[in-house]
């Protein structure tokens, strides 16, 4: 399998356990309190039916898990895709937990996802099949319980739809019940931006960290979709020389640099893809992955990095923009040549903390400026980085198993406080 060839690598639920385990040997975690950590609290299948253009019936298979409602409700997206599998979906599950308890904020675990390939279906089928998936959630999600966001081959129209639908059940608006929605449905300022915004700034401070300068760092991305584009203009922004870019038609090289906004306008005039833009050289995905380059953003889909090709990358930092891209065995490799990981669940949760604020927003009907907005991420983003830096160098430990080490402290600390019910 090549590393173009996303989720058949390993499973990446296994790969969310065996990351647990890593940073549980540095806790004081009975064998059932870490038994409650590593199991979903709630997984949620259902097929439902559809009515195609043509009038047939098209049966659709998607998944909600809830990891863990310990600090909060239930919060995760929901991704697209035909590769979708209930593992790959308790993993994110999993993930989100320990993303949101990273940067501190009053939520659990959950994601979700429907067996499909989008581009197959018109606008109509999109939207009904959103819509009766939206409906079958309708008894586990809401503002207070579980909140969806999008994910990949989602975005604002499919909150919209969730929102509308939930709201038509329930018989009241309820815009907390989805955050990634547009502005005007109650979505916020700054959340399109926010995951390669918070990648940006991690990256920068790793960099910093590393006493490598920004200006002229060259970096490579892989995925040029919400996360990969939008990291790799801000980054571009700070000085930094995006090389290469790629996406699922493929990667482009340009070692005097790409300019990222000119690539992205001619992605979005062919079909949202970067395939032929005429100002960079084809290379493949495996190439793109091995380049030399301070930073590698992998901001597609996991398993990218795994132990059969960790040895040849020859980034500084890897800025972990996707979810799970990096397989535990490849972080030893990668720790042993001294890469500096920025994991997922600090690197990509820029996110979640603007939907977090998008949802404080929503629920106190009064919304904030972009500057706002901006600001408060940069500063969650920098307590985070900063405090994960630190139990790393502190416990001596890698930077993902620092921040597993800081967040599953953190939901044991809820746990064992709230205690367990009856
Ligand atoms: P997206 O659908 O906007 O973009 C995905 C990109 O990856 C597209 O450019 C696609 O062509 C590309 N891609 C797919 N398969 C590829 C392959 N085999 N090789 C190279 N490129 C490939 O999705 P997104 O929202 O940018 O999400 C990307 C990753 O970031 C996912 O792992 C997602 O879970 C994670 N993430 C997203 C957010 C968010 O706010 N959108 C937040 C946190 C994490």
């Known amino acids: ?76 997206g929901i991704r697209y895709h035909p590769m979708v599998s209930m593992d790959e979906v308790r993993a994110l599950a999993m993930w989100m937990t320990w993303k949101c308890a990273v940067v501190n904020l009053p939520y659990g675990g959950a994601k979700g996802g429907i067996i499909v390939d989008p581009r197959e279906l018109s606008p109509g089928e999109l939207e009904r099949m959103t819509r009766r998936f939206a409906y079958e959630l309708t008894p586990i999600i809401g503002p207070e319980k579980d909140i969806p966001a999008p994910d990949v081959n989602t975005g604002p129209q499919t909150m919209a739809w969730i929102m509308d639908t939930y709201s038509m059940v329930t018989g009241e608006p309820a815009p907390g019940v989805v955050t990634g929605k547009p502005i005007t449905l109650g979505g916020s300022l700054g959340r399109v931006e926010a995951t390669g915004r918070g990648v940006m700034y991690t990256t920068v401070r790793a960099l910093r960290h590393l006493e490598i300068p920004v200006k002229g760092a060259r970096v490579v991305v892989q995925g040029f979709g919400n996360v990969g584009s939008v990291a790799a203009y801000l980054l571009q922004d700070e000085g930094a020389k995006v090389i290469a870019i790629s996406d699922v038609s493929g990667g482009l090289v340009n070692l005097d640099g790409i300019d990222v906004r000119d690539a992205l306008a001619y992605a979005k005039a062919h079909g949202n893809l970067v395939q032929g833009y005429p100002k960079a050289k084809p290379i493949s995905n495996e190439e793109l992955l091995e380049l030399e380059c301070e930073v590698l953003v992998p901001a597609a889909l996991e398993n990218q990095i795994t132990a059969a090709n960790a040895g040849n990358i020859k980034a500084r930092v890897i800025a972990e923009g996707a979810n799970g891209p990096t397989t535990p065995d490849a972080d030893d490799i990668l720790a042993s040549k001294g890469i500096m990981v920025i994991p997922d669940i600090l690197c990509n949760a820029g996110g979640v903390t603007v939907s977090y604020l998008e949802w404080v927003q929503d629920r106190q009907r009064f919304f904030w400026t972009e500057q706002e907005i901006n600001t408060r991420l940069e500063h969650i983003m920098n307590e985070s980085f900063y405090a994960v830096l630190d139990i790393a160098r502190n416990m001596k430990v890698d930077m993902r198993t620092a921040a597993y080490i800081l967040a599953v402290q953190r939901v044991v600390d809820v746990a064992q406080l709230r205690g367990f019910y009856p």
């Open 1 to 76: 399998m090549t590393a173009a060839t996303p989720h058949k690598t390993a499973n990446p639920y296994e790969n969310a356990i065996q990351q647990l385990d890593r940073a549980l040997r540095y806790l004081e975690v009975s064998p059932g309190l870490a038994d409650f950590l590593r199991r979903p609290r709630c997984e949620y299948t259902v097929n439902f039916p559809v009515r195609m253009d043509n009038g047939d019936i098209r049966m659709f298979t998607g998944y909600r898990v809830q990891h863990s409602i310990a600090r909060g409700p239930a919060k995760g």
